[in-house]
């Protein structure tokens, strides 16, 4: 590929990288919140950390629609509107990208509804919420099958790392919510 006509790619597979890695912090700082975890050894202040995690969910969005955007520019694979809003709908590798396109209506409801918080009940809020455990996991995978970068030892062991941290602070928000049950 040249690089004018490489651009678009290379755009699309940093976007989805970044966007990844912030949907990544945002599902942790979520959890160390919700789990009441400490960082350095104590816990900051909770306007703070909450505007955080905000702040990662929201360029979250934002780097998956730049990602979004530069897969329909490329011209390399040849995506078209149906192949990156339908699930199985593209002929490139159709369940690698079925898990990012769910993946995307899971990030959409989940930033939509809080945005919205204030102004739907508690519940739904919470319910729609806990779309972000599926929305980390098919964001992963869709990163492990459909990323061309999936096959390096940075990503692979990035993807280690966050998955054993959000299954770390899950099992730590899970044995305190037992524990409060039982106690």
Known sequence: MAPTTALPWYVARAAGLIGWALLTASV?????????????????RPAWTLD???????????FTAVHVGAILVDTY???DLLSVLVPFASSWRPTAVAWGVVA???LLAVELTSLA???IPRRWWRAV????????????VHA???GTDAGTWAFEGAATLAVLAVGGLTANGFGRSQQHMCC
């Open 28 to 44: 942790v700082w979520g959890l160390a919140i919700s789990t009441k975890a400490k960082a350095f050894g104590r816990r900051p």
């Open 52 to 62: 955080l995690h905000r702040f990662f969910g929201g360029l979250a969005l934002i």
């Open 77 to 79: 694979v040849n995506f």
């Open 104 to 106: 995307l209506y899971l």
């Open 117 to 119: 918080r204030s102004r």
């Open 129 to 140: 919420h806990f779309a972000s455990f599926p929305l980390f996991a098919m964001a992963t």
């Open 144 to 146: 492990l099958t459909a």
